[in-house]
T-cell receptor, first 116, second 111 residues
Framework: EPEVTQTPSHQVTQMGQEVILRCVPISNHLYFYWYRQILGQKVEFLVSFYNNEISEKSEIFDDQFSVERPDGSNFTLKIRSTKLEDSAMYFC??????????????FGEGSWLTVV | GEDVEQSLFLSVREGDSSVINCTYTDSSSTYLYWYKQEPGAGLQLLTYIFSNMDMKQDQRLTVLLNKKDKHLSLRIADTQTGDSAIYFCALATYNTDKLIFGTGTRLQVFP
């Protein structure tokens, strides 16, 4: 079964450093997302991306965050200058479309980011 | 904004049925999903239901949707120890593309 893959699975970084989290969505999917889950808390929406632009973003997704689809397969989340409170599991997700059959959203295994 | 709540814990004996509940506030939900998260792992899609349905069955899983009461449930028949995990309900609404997740219910299955 096709799946969303994420790298790295775990990254430790120093406060203030830039981090790039990578995702390969399912190949025919058109909508891409990043979510995060701080330890012990709810899964929170960060950003959605369609047709090479951000379609929606949350309050969390401030100027420190950016997303990019540099080629036909990868979807990246960049955190420009990490803070301690950015420590979380970051999930990439994708779906095919907006129709009834295409609205199933698949998540990757997550990238666990620890900021020290 | 939308608020989605779940009970935090559920403990069942192996072989019994489990019922995990989810309540929400926004009546404009379109798709309602159930995800499973095992320790240290990602979010595995279990099943979903469209808002014009009342029930959906998929092998051991039965999803019930009561739109009037804004209540969603997931029933797992013949619960196994491998079903032990955190279960999240998540909702999508008409005016947004994002999912709103519940707090998650930790299901523990004991022999």
């Amino acid at each position: 079964e096709p799946e969303v893959t994420q790298t790295p699975s775990h990254q430790v970084t120093q406060m203030g450093q830039e981090v790039i989290l990578r995702c390969v969505p399912i190949s025919n999917h058109l909508y891409f997302y990043w979510y995060r889950q701080i330890l012990g808390q709810k899964v929170e929406f960060l950003v959605s991306f369609y047709n090479n632009e951000i379609s929606e973003k949350s309050e969390i997704f401030d100027d420190q965050f950016s997303v990019e689809r540099p080629d036909g397969s990868n979807f990246t989340l960049k955190i420009r200058s990490t803070k301690l409170e950015d420590s979380a599991m970051y999930f990439c997700a994708s779906k095919f479309g907006q129709s009834a059959s295409g609205n199933t959203i698949y998540f990757g295994e997550g990238s666990w980011l620890t900021v020290v | 904004g939308e608020d989605v709540e779940q009970s935090l814990f559920l403990s069942v004996r192996e072989g019994d049925s489990s019922v995990i509940n989810c309540t929400y506030t926004d009546s404009s939900s379109t798709y309602l999903y159930w995800y499973k998260q095992e320790p240290g792992a990602g979010l595995q899609l279990l099943t979903y239901i469209f808002s014009n349905m009342d029930m959906k069955q998929d092998q051991r899983l039965t999803v019930l949707l009561n739109k009037k009461d804004k209540h969603l449930s997931l029933r797992i028949a013949d619960t196994q120890t491998g079903d032990s995990a955190i279960y999240f309900c998540a909702l999508a609404t008409y005016n947004t593309d994002k999912l709103i997740f519940g707090t998650g219910t930790r299901l523990q299955v004991f022999p």
